[in-house]
């Protein structure tokens, strides 16, 4: 059984930084692709960010320059560090895993495994 569990949002006004955490128990870290989708009230959930096996990336459009995904294998944890947030940042951010080594586009509908998910607030 896979259960991923993030934590790390919070309240920050424009322009400050967050930290995302996030891990995956019963999946080989590094084995798996893995990727952060967040969704805004009144919106469809989108995908943010992605790793692969390889360490691969995507960024999405929205974020990017702004945001970093990356894995600490010392920690078997996945981050996702948010600088220059907006107020359209906020939204509730999943940490969702993959079933295999590589994702496809970073489509929410990828993943079957997601945590519970973690809110992100932004003030103007």
């Known amino acids: 059984q896979v259960q991923v569990v993030e934590s790390g949002g919070g309240l920050v006004q424009a322009g400050g930084s967050l930290r995302l955490s996030c891990t995956a128990i019963?999946?080989?870290?590094?084995?798996?692709?893995m990727g952060w989708v967040r969704q805004a009230p009144g919106k469809e959930r989108e995908g943010v960010s992605c790793?692969?096996?390889?360490?691969?990336?995507f960024i999405g459009d929205s974020v990017k320059g702004r945001f970093t995904i990356f894995r600490d294998y010392a920690k078997n944890t996945l981050h996702l560090q948010m600088d220059s947030l907006k107020p359209e940042d906020t939204a509730m951010y999943y940490c969702a895993a993959h079933s295999g080594r590589d994702y496809s586009s970073c489509a929410q509908s990828e993943f079957p495994y997601w945590g519970q998910g973690t809110q992100v607030t932004v003030s103007s």
């Open positions: 019963g999946l080989s870290f590094g084995q798996f692709a």
């Open positions: 790793i692969n096996w390889r360490d691969s990336t």
